[in-house]
C-alpha cells in the first residue's frame, strides 16, 4: 500500500507492538505529530515537560515493563535534549528507540535553523544512529531498530529522519517482528566444561549477579544456580531485585557502599562468579586487589565485558538465561554450610546501622518498604538517597528498582517514574530522590498531573548536595565548595503549584503519617523531608581502596 513517510512510522510502531510514546514536538517533526493525532486511538503519546523528561520516561518504561521504550524529539535543542537520556539508557544497557526529525535534505549541511547532526552526536552512546533521507528506507530502518536495541545486549538506537522524508510517499507493506535470538556464536561447550569444573572444586563460592540477570529475565535460573551450588548471593546497583533480598543467601550490595557481610565475603572466597556485570570501579574498588584470593568466572552476553576490568580464570558469552538453564543441568548439588555459616555470622557481625530516633534516609527507606506492597516500583535520582535505597529497601521481584546507575545522571528519577507508571498503572511507583536532584527535573511534576498519575515523590532534602559533601567531609577537608543549598524554594508550594498535593515532614511521625496518606489517597504526591545535612551513606569504601579496607560511621575514630 502506498503512505506517507509519517504514516510508515506509524505503522512501524504498531508492528512492533509500541502503544505508547513520550515526547515533545517541534517543527522539523510535525509531520510526524500530525499523523500521530490520527492514530491517537492505537498510540498513546505523553507530552512531557522537556524532550530529557521524555528519554527519562521511555527508560523507565522500558526497564519497568521489559520492552522496548520510545520516544520522539524534534530537530535542533529538541534532539541534543534527549542525550543526557540517550547517555544514561546505554550507560544501563536499556533498550530505547529514540525518533528525531531533522530538517529538510535539500537544506542539510547549511545551518539551517535547528538543524545539528544529531546522529554524530549520538554514536558515541547509541547501539546504533542513522539518518533517513527517504521514504523508502523508513520501514527497513526502524524494524532495525528495534531488532538492535533489544537485541544482545539491549541499548539505545536514534533514528534522525528529514521533514521531507516523513512527508514523501512510499510502498509499505506489513511485516510481522523477527522472534529474538538468544543464541550466541561467542558460546562455547569448552567454556561450560571448564566453568563447571572451577564451580565443582570451590570451597567458598560467591556469585555476584547484575542487571544482565534482570534484562535475560532470568531471576529464576539465578535463585536455581544459588541453591544448587550452596553459594551466597550478592547484586551491583543495577541487579537490584535480580535476587530475592529476603533470602538469607542475600548478604547485600558489593562494592564502594556495599555492606561489610559482602565485601569481607568476596575478599576472603575462593571463586568469585560474576553474572550479568561488569565489573564497574564502583564494585571492585582496587581492581589489583579485587577478590585476590579467588578463581573468576564471567558470564555476561557481550564478549567486550570480559577481561575488561578484571581478569577471569574462565568466561561464558551468552544470553544469561540460557547459560544458567545448561550450567544448572550440568551440575549436582553442593554443599557449603561451613561457608554459609561463615556468611550468615559476617551478616550478624556486621549488620546496617543508622542513628536512631530521628528522622534519617535509611529509616524513610524502611518506612516506605512496610508500608508499599512487595511489588512496588521504586525510582531514584542519583546520590547519598540512591545509596539508601539499594540498601534499606528489600527488593523481591525483578524490575521493581530503577536508577541511573553508570552514568549518574540526577534527574532522571521522576521521569523514569512517569515511564514506569504508565507501563504498570496498576503498580505503586514511588520514587525517592534529594532535593539537589529534585530541582532538576522538578517541571515533570506537570506531566505528573496532567495525566493523574498516582507517583508518590519522597525528597531527601539535606539542603546540600549530599554525596559530594560527604566526599568533601572525608577526603577534601571540609570545604564545601558550592555543595550548600541554603535557598528559599518551597517544595510543597512548587507541587502544589505543578497541581500535585505536598507535604512537609521534619520527623518520624510526620514522615509516616505523610507516606500513608499520600499512599491511601491514590493520588500523586511530594513529600519533603528534612534530614540532617551531614548524615552519611555508610559503609564505605575510599576511592580506588580495597573492599577489605571497607569502613563503617563507628569506624571513622580509628581513621
Not at 578484571?310 to 558469552?317: E, G, K, N, P
Amino acid at each position: 500500500m502506498l503512505l506517507n513517510g509519517s504514516q510508515i512510522i506509524m505503522e512501524c510502531l504498531l508492528e512492533q507492538g509500541v502503544d505508547t510514546v513520550f515526547g515533545y514536538p517541534g517543527g522539523a517533526i510535525l509531520n510526524v505529530y500530525d499523523e500521530l493525532y490520527k492514530y491517537s486511538d492505537r498510540i498513546h503519546h505523553v507530552l512531557t515537560s522537556h524532550e530529557q523528561g521524555a528519554a527519562h520516561a521511555a527508560d523507565g518504561y522500558a526497564r519497568a515493563t521489559g520492552k522496548v521504550g520510545v520516544c520522539f524529539a524534534t530537530s535542533g535543542p529538541g534532539a541534543t535534549n534527549l542525550v543526557t537520556g540517550i547517555a544514561t539508557a546505554y550507560m544501563d544497557s536499556v533498550p530505547i528507540v529514540a525518533v528525531t526529525c531533522n530538517v529538510g535534505t535539500a537544506v542539510l549541511g547549511k545551518d539551517s535553523f535547528q538543524e545539528v547532526d544529531i546522529t554524530g552526536i549520538t554514536i558515541p552512546i547509541t547501539k546504533y544512529s542513522i539518518l533517513v533521507k527517504r521514504a523508502e528506507d523508513l520501514a527497513p530502518t526502524l524494524r532495525r531498530a528495534f531488532r538492535i536495541a533489544r537485541s544482545g545486549r539491549p541499548g539505545p538506537v536514534l533514528v534522525d529522519i528529514t521533514k521531507d522524508a516523513t512527508a514523501a510517499t512510499a510502498e509499505y507493506t506489513p511485516e510481522k517482528p523477527e522472534p529474538d535470538s538468544r543464541t550466541s556464536r561467542y558460546t562455547k561447550a569448552s567454556d561450560f566444561t571448564k566453568a563447571a569444573e572451577l564451580i565443582r572444586a570451590a570451597k567458598k563460592p560467591f556469585i555476584f549477579a547484575g542487571g544482565g540477570v534482570i534484562s535475560a529475565g532470568a531471576s529464576e535460573q539465578l535463585k536455581e544456580f544459588a541453591e544448587k551450588i550452596d553459594a551466597p548471593v550478592t547484586l551491583s546497583l543495577m541487579g537490584q531485585g535480580a535476587f530475592d533480598e529476603a533470602s538469607p543467601r542475600y548478604t547485600g550490595m558489593l562494592g564502594m557502599h556495599g555492606t561489610k557481610a559482602t565485601n569481607f565475603g568476596v575478599a576472603g572466597c575462593d571463586l568469585l562468579i560474576g553474572i550479568g556485570v561488569r565489573f564497574s570501579d564502583r564494585c571492585t574498588g582496587n581492581t589489583k586487589a579485587f577478590a585476590s584470593h579467588a578463581k573468576v568466572i564471567h558470564i555476561d552476553v557481550d564478549p567486550a565485558e570480559v577481561n575488561k576490568n578484571i581478569r577471569t580464570d574462565a568466561s561464558i558469552i551468552g544470553d544469561v538465561k540460557v547459560v544458567l538453564d545448561r550450567l544448572n543441568g550440568m551440575l549436582e548439588a553442593e554443599d557449603h554450610s561451613e561457608w554459609m555459616a561463615h556468611i550468615a555470622d559476617l551478616k550478624k557481625q556486621y549488620p546496617m546501622t543508622y542513628p536512631e530516633g530521628r528522622l534519617t534516609g535509611p529509616w524513610l527507606i524502611q518506612a516506605i518498604d512496610r508500608l508499599t506492597p512487595d511489588d512496588t516500583i521504586v525510582v531514584t535520582d542519583v546520590g547519598q538517597h540512591q545509596m539508601w535505597a539499594s540498601q534499606y529497601y528489600t527488593y523481591r521481584y525483578p524490575r521493581t528498582f530503577l536508577s541511573s546507575g553508570g552514568l549518574g545522571t540526577m534527574g532522571y528519577g521522576l521521569g523514569a517514574a512517569i515511564g514506569a507508571q504508565i507501563g504498570c498503572p496498576g503498580r505503586r511507583v514511588v520514587e525517592v530522590t534529594g532535593d539537589g536532584c529534585f530541582r532538576m527535573n522538578m517541571n515533570e511534576l506537570a506531566t505528573v498531573s496532567r495525566n493523574d498519575l498516582p507517583v508518590i515523590t519522597v525528597i531527601m532534602d539535606n539542603h546540600v548536595l549530599g554525596m559530594v559533601r560527604q566526599w568533601q567531609t572525608l577526603f577534601y577537608g571540609k570545604r564545601y565548595s558550592q555543595t550548600i543549598l541554603r535557598d528559599h524554594v518551597d517544595y510543597v508550594k512548587v507541587a502544589e503549584a505543578l497541581g500535585v498535593a505536598g507535604y512537609l515532614a521534619r520527623t518520624q511521625e510526620e514522615a509516616e503519617a505523610a507516606l500513608k496518606e499520600a499512599l491511601a489517597s491514590g493520588k500523586a504526591a511530594v513529600i519533603d523531608c528534612i534530614i540532617e545535612d551531614d548524615d552519611k551513606v555508610f559503609p564505605m569504601v575510599e576511592p580506588n581502596g580495597r573492599l577489605e579496607d571497607t569502613f563503617a560511621e563507628e569506624d571513622m575514630d580509628r581513621r
